[in-house]
């Protein structure tokens, strides 16, 4: 009987370090990259525990103050929205991409990024550093397109907007330096100049898009550019942008209305390598409640 009982105890101290070590938040470790891995497994875990009062508290927790939720239908919530859903019983909507989904993982200064590809489905994750441990800062879905396009949205005939000037004023010389590489990104893609437009990515550049029905890396955009095939990803006029400055590293997170369809809402994570700035990835998801342009 003694035994059992202490049995019992072990079991009921196991659950609750279990339910502790999810409500407990992100845990810096020397390995940032595994540090990363443990806060995003501890992360869907929070999300999809049963009692939502409990989840709201352990979720919170990871969520750093400037997060956004952006689901595959591109509607977008800060952190209130997302911690009040719970609220309601039920939490955000969200995707893990399953144990088949295949994972990309990348740790850049005081940035980190997740990434999973489950079939149409794409996942990006974005931690950063913070005194406190990692905090995620954006977490976003793409659905991709079951068929190729039939069209590319894009900037229309003359791409002033992004590829001579953005409506976009930098606060710093590093924020200057992203916004000429960007300028000179998308030149290069409307030019068709695959060379160039390799200069301004890195060598693990991803993109994904609602309007493309492929995720792209770097060699097969840039092979998509020679055949002057956009494949449903191209430049669109930028509307509104905020950046996030983390030294080498600087997450961009944009509003775009293409010359057709749905507007655009982006993710970009930028990095200063071999002394330039380049693009890692670019996450597009049409926003489905906006009106879609028509090009005229």
């Keep these: ?14 659950c609750a370090g279990a ?16 540090a990363v891995r443990e806060a995003d497994r501890a992360f869907e875990q929070a999300v999809g525990i049963a009692d939502k009062k409990i989840a709201k508290a352990a979720v919170g927790k990871f ?7 952006t689901d595959a239908a591109g509607k977008t919530s800060a952190r209130a929205q997302v ?67 039939t069209f590319a949205p894009g900037a229309g005939r003359a791409c002033e907007n ?49 309007n493309s029905d492929v995720l792209l890396d770097k060699a097969e955009r840039m092979a998509g550019l ?17 950046m996030f400055d983390f030294g080498d590293a600087v997450v961009m997170l944009s509003l775009h209305q293409p010359d057709r369809g749905k507007p655009l809402h982006i993710t970009r994570v930028w990095i200063a390598r071999d002394g330039k700035w380049v693009e890692t990835l670019s996450y597009q998801t049409a926003i489905q409640e906006a009106p879609a342009a028509i090009s005229k």
């Design 83 to 149: 911690l009040r859903s719970f609220d309601a019983g039920k939490g955000p909507e969200f995707a893990t991409g399953g144990e088949s989904a295949r994972v990309r993982e990348y740790t850049y200064g005081q940035v980190a990024v997740v990434q999973k590809d489950a079939g149409k489905v794409h996942i990006l994750r974005v931690w950063v550093k913070r005194p406190a441990g990692w905090r995620a800062l954006v977490y976003q879905e793409v659905k991709s397109l079951d068929a190729p396009p």
């Design 226 to 242: 020679e055949r002057e095939k956009m494949a449903g990803v191209s430049p669109t006029p930028l509307v509104s942008a905020r």
């Design 1 to 14: 009987m003694k035994r059992l009982l202490a049995s019992v105890f072990a079991i009921g101290i196991a």
């Design 19 to 34: 339910v502790a070590a999810l409500t407990a938040g992100p845990v810096a470790a020397p390995d940032d990259m595994e």
């Design 63 to 69: 969520l750093d103050a400037e997060f956004t939720w």
């Design 162 to 210: 992004p590829c001579k000037s953005v409506p976009y004023h930098p606060k710093n010389e590093t924020e200057k330096a992203v916004i000429a590489s960007y300028l000179g990104l998308e030149s290069a893609a409307v030019a068709h100049n695959a060379s160039d437009f390799g200069t301004h990515v890195a060598d693990e550049f991803a993109a994904a898009s609602s």
